[in-house]
């Protein structure tokens, strides 16, 4: 290829990067977050690096997330658009290994099709702006996969570091990234046997490495799954589950999406075994990279049948970059024209996942509107009750924790300017007789949201 | 940048480069051709009142008819359902007739459900799969009828900020009067079509796939 070609593709590389960057940073404006988030905020600002590492201890996710956060916390502050970034800085990460790695070794037009792919299953975006681990898993498990394939094509000792990093890191984000992981070095020792006839020393201490420094963790799993053994919040998994995991990663607000990325699927699989047959590394690889989500997925469902539910469509996340460079090694060979609309047709899914995106941040919740009323109205003095029990933390996430008391804690005969009641229409309720003995006054200002979570907001005063 | 351009072109890979794009701008024309009306896919929306506590009606029997006057958003209702507040009410007997009549208060459809088919409390399906008139008003009529006593409690709120987006500005009267600021407890789930934007999606999907397939047919014709 000319060396003018080499310039155009990375510059456009460059530029499609870019774009996606800026588009996953236009997400980030916004104080929008859900339960889990709110948990990853009260988690990283109420901690040192030891009682995250205690109280993650005591949670189901391993700390290395938290412990990123709390690090870009403590630099950058505590604001909602750092914790956003937080986990935008993955996918850019994970985008610019188009560039490092699938350009050189696949060709550029493998490169575009791995960020298009990538960004165009409906599920990538969504986490990929939310402040949780996921985007940081598909970023360790996509390097840990390529390392994988850069040690069997070019033996170097290099790939093998990076294979083992990025493993541990893995282990250590998500416990089903660990499962993944553990596949990627079960599929590269397979290949290697198979290859070179012997045990590969290399691999074996790459995998003792890991093995030996996950060691403590794996005691913390061992107790973790134990203790939620019948009691964890996932439902019992039937076929139509299984099925649902299809939807969970490519439904999108485009009826039959899933069908349109089942097909890719499918014609991907197949376009890899054919080419398995004349180039065994790259159909062999593309295919290995399917088969890691679906063995994750397999013994995902096995434990949650036989054990206990601990497993959900979400948890396949940190795949998606290796799903994503197995379409691209399936159809980065494709004619021009049948490329190109393949690409048009990412495009239009990237924009259809932007645009859902965008109306889930900005438009879901009227959180905005309501923290722009409290910061006007509120006074230092006021108080907020709440009667939802369960969203105290997330309401803490908003407001300093000395402003705000469960509504069957709070003394309605304490001095106070004024008392927000946010009242989401459950119990315990606010009885009248209660205000009448206080002579207080309930006024309804207005119905606003947090989290799905529809409340009346009243003030009551004297 | 190079997208697999054949380097050096001979006359037969020009003939075949040459029909391969003739053959897709008929794709492309076909496609943009073709009415949109005749691959009309549907996509849901969902409009349901705000949250508030909400009332019960005393009694919808003996008369005390509960009419909720509504303008629908879209042409097609997947799913009109009310929020059954309680069935403490003798059921070996009786049904609940709901209407849906149209601005001159003519029938438009009708339905009767025996009280043992109620929740209790819960959401109940009234009609599905019915169409109507976008931005037209209609009333959504109910009655307890043959009942042996007061017959099941429906939800309804009286603040004006709780109204689905269907009631907004319009009338709930319960025995003939007016409810001061009230909307019934309701969930209206449309089936609307979808935006021709978004049909570019599939455009895409299927020229793909039909230049996919004849590359590889016309592979596998070379051997």
């Not at chain 1, 070609?5 to 977050?33: G, H, K, P």
């Not at chain 1, 349109?260 to 890899?272: D, E, G, I, W």
């Not at chain 2, 043992?116 to 109507?132: A, K, L, N, R, V």
């Not at chain 2, 269907?166 to 600021?181: C, D, I, P, R, T």
Request: aromatic share 18%; hydrophobic share 50%; glycine share 4%.
């Amino acid at each position: 290829m000319k060396k003018k070609d080499f310039i155009s593709a990375d510059f456009f590389i460059v530029v499609l990067i870019t774009v996606m960057t800026i588009l996953y940073v236009s997400l980030i404006f916004n104080r929008n977050i859900w339960t889990d988030e709110a948990f990853t905020m009260d988690l990283v600002n109420s901690n040192s690096i030891i009682g995250i590492i205690k109280e993650t201890a005591v949670d189901v996710h391993p700390p290395l997330y938290y412990l990123i956060a709390y690090i870009f916390v403590a630099i950058f502050g505590t604001s909602f658009q750092v914790y956003k970034i937080v986990s935008i800085v993955p996918m850019i990460l994970t985008m610019l290994l188009a560039i490092v790695y699938i350009k050189p070794w696949f060709g550029e037009k493998t490169a575009i099709l791995f960020i298009l792919f990538l960004n165009a299953m409906p599920c990538v975006m969504e986490y990929g702006v939310q402040m949780r681990m996921y985007s940081w898993c598909i970023y360790f498990i996509s390097l840990a996969a390529l390392s994988a394939y850069g040690y069997c094509r070019f033996k170097s000792k290099k790939y093998l570091l990076f294979l083992t990093l990025a493993a541990l890191c893995a282990c250590y984000t998500h416990n089903f990234a660990m499962i993944s992981a553990v596949f990627i070095y079960i599929f590269l020792g397979v290949f290697l046997i198979l290859r070179e006839r012997k045990i590969p020393f290399k691999w074996l201490l790459s995998g003792s490495v890991v093995s030996v420094f996950y060691i403590p963790w794996l005691l913390v799993l061992y107790n973790q799954t134990n203790n939620r053994v019948g009691n964890y919040w996932i439902s019992n998994i039937d076929k139509e589950t299984v099925i649902g995991y299809f939807a969970d990663i490519f439904d999108s607000r485009i009826p039959y999406s899933t069908i349109m990325f089942v097909v890719l699927l499918f014609l991907s699989f197949v376009l890899l075994i054919i080419r398995m047959c004349y180039d065994k590394s790259n159909g062999l690889f593309g295919i290995m990279l399917f088969l890691v989500p679906i063995f994750t997925a397999f013994l995902g469902v096995t434990v949650s049948i036989l054990i206990t539910p601990f497993f959900i469509a979400r948890y396949l996340l940190p795949c998606m970059g290796l799903m994503a460079l197995g379409f691209a090694l399936a159809f980065g060979n494709e004619k021009k024209y049948t490329y190109i609309f393949l690409c048009l047709f990412l495009v239009c899914m990237i924009g259809n996942s932007y645009y859902e995106n965008y109306k889930e941040e900005y438009l879901s919740t009227n959180v905005a509107g309501f923290l722009e009323y409290m910061d006007e109205q509120m006074d230092d003095d006021d108080i907020i009750i709440y009667n939802y029990e369960m969203f105290d933390f997330i309401y803490e996430c908003y407001f300093d924790a000395e402003h705000l008391v469960f509504l069957e804690d709070f003394d309605f005969g304490t001095e106070y300017e004024n008392v927000w009641f946010i009242d989401s229409c459950c119990t315990p309720w606010l009885p009248d007789a209660t205000l009448t003995q206080y002579g207080l006054t309930k006024e309804y200002v207005n119905t606003f949201s947090i989290e799905h979570n529809e409340f009346r907001l009243y003030r009551i005063y004297k | 940048m190079n997208f697999g351009c054949i380097a050096s072109i001979n006359s037969v890979t020009e003939r075949e480069s040459y029909f391969m794009k003739k053959m897709l701008i008929g794709i492309v024309i076909f496609f943009l051709i073709i009415p949109v009306d005749l691959i009309n896919f549907n996509t849901h929306e969902m409009s349901i009142n705000k949250v508030a506590y909400d009332e019960t009606f005393p009694s919808i029997a003996h008369g005390n008819t509960v009419s909720q006057q509504f303008v629908p958003q879209y042409n097609y209702i997947k799913r009109l359902e009310i929020y059954v507040r309680e069935v403490n009410c003798d059921v070996s007997q009786g049904y609940l007739k709901f209407c849906i009549l149209d601005a001159e208060k003519e029938d438009v459809y009708e339905i009767k459900v025996p009280l043992t088919e109620m929740p209790s409390p819960g959401w109940y399906t009234i009609f599905s799969d019915i169409e109507i008139i976008a931005g037209e008003t209609y009333y959504l009529t109910i009655d307890a009828v043959e009942v042996l006593d007061e017959g099941p409690r429906l939800a309804f709120f009286t603040n004006v900020n709780t109204a689905a987006k269907e009631e907004e500005g319009q009338e709930l009267s319960y025995a003939g009067f007016k409810v001061e600021n009230g909307n019934l407890k309701v969930s209206f789930e449309y089936m609307k079509p979808l935006h021709k934007l978004d049909y570019l999606a599939y455009y895409l999907f299927a020229i793909f796939i039909v230049s996919f397939l004849v590359t590889k047919m016309n592979k596998i014709r070379k051997g």
